[in-house]
């Protein structure tokens, strides 16, 4: 069924390409492909996280407020002089405490994962507004910070770099090892998986540390191409994840994921967007076509799992 799912995301991806393709001779210029590469890097870091906390059957909804905070917190510290590798340690690690927080109220204290991260979204996006006040805080354009959101090396975009990365170790993780098989069984069974002696609430809190890093990732990433951090960065964020994952053929009950089809999902989401853009089309129609998407792919993805769920 997984395989069927990543077939019928290929299909539909080739399909929204020809379209674009057809309306615009720009889409399909080694110049547009790259910028769609270079532009869907965070959501692609992001996307390859959320599958692990999906596949466990759970949600995390604080990521866009996670890459907000994030990327104001870079400029800031940048400003004050702290040293850039510094920077992004610390962002690093204040992504994985987030996650560990959040996962600690899930996995620990049982409240379920879509209260717990609506909370830390409202809270997160917060904290960066106090702290920017609503303005953008740049950062100084020969910091070497921004190498890691505009640098290019052997044609290719850096941020493309650092995405590719990330899939191979997520794609090696969740199809590989241990930790892997124990998010999909969670998914399927969480109770079966205890039984078996796996420490099933430390593999959710985990998920969401992992999450929460990745969506820290792309904060940095995000600060370093605009060369500002802005508490408004990342609205709507999360639901692109949320539709790149889906979309992908991870069934949102869990106990099924796939990372190749998220990947695949993540690009048709980003295309969509770049192909609306090059159509001059307003650019407050892709919201509309994104939260079709996600109508869509969750009624998909219901019609493909549900039977699966009865049975269980």
């Known amino acids: 069924m997984a395989n069927g799912s990543v077939v019928s995301i290929a299909i539909f991806f080739l399909v ?13 210029t080694a110049p547009n492909l790259l910028n769609i590469v270079r532009q869907s890097a965070p959501l692609l870091i992001v996307a390859a996280a ?11 909804l604080s990521v866009g407020s996670v890459l907000a905070l994030v990327a104001t917190l870079s400029a800031v510290t940048l400003q004050a ?9 610390a962002m690093l690690l204040l992504g994985a405490a987030i996650g560990a927080i959040q996962g600690f109220f899930i996995a620990y204290e049982r409240i379920p994962a879509f209260i717990v991260t609506l909370a830390g979204l409202s809270v997160i996006r917060g904290i960066a507004l106090l702290i920017t006040g609503g303005y953008s805080i740049p950062v100084e354009a020969t910091s070497p910070f921004t190498v890691i959101g505009r640098a290019w090396f052997l044609g290719v975009p ?18 590989e090892t241990r930790f892997g098989r124990y998010v999909t069984g969670i998914g399927a069974n969480a109770e079966a998986v205890r039984r078996a002696g796996v420490d099933t609430r430390l593999t959710t809190l985990m998920v969401y540390v992992l999450s929460s890093t990745a969506a820290a990732a792309a ?9 500002s951090g802005s508490s408004n960065a990342g609205q709507g964020f999360e639901l692109e994840v949320i539709a790149a994952v889906v979309l992908g053929g991870t069934s949102l009950f869990g106990g099924r994921g796939t990372l190749i089809g998220t990947v695949l999902g993540a690009l048709t989401v980003a295309v969509i967007g770049n192909g ?19 109508l869509v792919a969750i009624w998909l993805n219901f019609r493909l799992f549900r039977g699966a769920i009865r049975s269980r």
Not at 81 to 88: C, D, F, N
Not at 158 to 175: K, T
Not at 219 to 227: K, N, P, S
Request: glycine share 8%.
């Open 16 to 28: 929204v390409c020809l379209l674009f393709s057809g309306i615009t001779d720009a889409f399909l």
């Open 50 to 60: 959320m599958t692990f906390v999906i596949t466990t059957g759970g949600i995390d």
């Open 81 to 89: 002089g702290l040293p850039w590798p510094l920077v992004i340690v």
């Open 158 to 175: 850096v941020p493309a770099l650092i995405a590719l990365v990330v899939l191979v170790v997520a794609y090696l993780v969740f199809n």
């Open 219 to 227: 904060g940095i990433i995000l600060a370093a191409r605009l060369g």
């Open 276 to 294: 609306l853009i090059l159509a001059h089309m307003s650019p407050f129609f892709t919201p509309i076509v994104t939260g079709t998407i996600i």
